[in-house]
């Protein structure tokens, strides 16, 4: 089945610990994103790639990091720096021009 | 820049209802537009999209919306909810330039028996 795998489901960190959201896609799909959610904010962008060894900041980039080495897999890393990490995080990818995005299940980090 | 405002944060609603989620948008060139659905702890799934051609889209389950240009809405409406539509709603408006998605605020909408 072709689709969009995030790990773990839940993640739970002590304070100033660094820590790694897996991201990995089958659908071949060149674009891929990183939301983060909390309750009655919406969705906010994090970093978006368009193409593999190249990516973007989003809207709340700071204290966050990417790398995008392959084309199906894009992790996400929650530094010390980052405030209030502790979210709901959503991956995404799309194809084409119409930016239509097929989401993975997301995980739910949380800090101690 | 372009914008995406959801007018209500909740809906709440009985079951068997005909219901309206309210999708306004900005934009200053065509836009491709969408609505998704979230599940409590799930991540978000397409529900319907406007791309072109007719402006009214129906998805599998009984949800249509309706693009309307001269007043930059793309309401998402059921006439009739049963209680598993209970989720939270997302419209979000694509900048085919931007590489992105626009996303609303949400709307949640509550089915009651």
């Known amino acids: 089945d072709g689709g969009i795998t995030q790990s773990p489901k839940y993640l739970f960190r002590k304070e100033g610990q660094n820590v790694t959201l897996s991201c990995e896609q089958n659908l071949n799909h060149d674009a891929m994103y990183w939301y983060r959610q909390d309750p009655g904010q919406g969705l906010r962008l994090i970093y978006y790639?368009?193409?593999?060894?190249?990516?973007q900041k989003g809207d709340i980039a700071e204290g966050y990091s990417v790398s995008r080495e392959k084309k199906e897999s894009f992790p996400l890393t929650v530094t010390s720096a980052q405030k209030n990490p502790t979210a709901f995080y959503l991956c995404?990818?799309?194809?084409?021009?119409?930016?239509?995005?097929?989401f993975g299940p997301g995980t739910r980090l949380t800090v101690l | 820049a372009q914008s995406v405002t959801q007018l209500d944060s909740q809906v709440p609603v009985f079951e068997e209802a005909p219901v309206e989620l309210r999708c306004n948008y900005s934009s200053s060139v065509s836009v491709y537009l969408f609505w998704y659905v979230q599940y409590p702890n799930q991540g978000l799934q397409l529900l319907l999209k406007?791309?072109?051609?007719?402006?009214l889209v129906e998805s599998i389950n009984g949800f249509e919306a309706e693009f309307n240009k001269s007043q930059t809405s793309f309401h998402l409406r059921k006439p009739s909810v049963h209680i598993s539509d209970t989720a939270e709603y997302f419209c979000a408006v694509s900048d085919p330039r931007g590489g992105k998605l626009i996303f609303g605020q949400g709307t949640e909408l509550s089915v009651k028996p």
């Open positions: 790639s368009q193409i593999v060894n190249d990516f």
């Open positions: 406007y791309l072109s051609g007719s402006t």
């Open positions: 995404a990818s799309s194809v084409g021009d119409y930016n239509e995005q097929f």
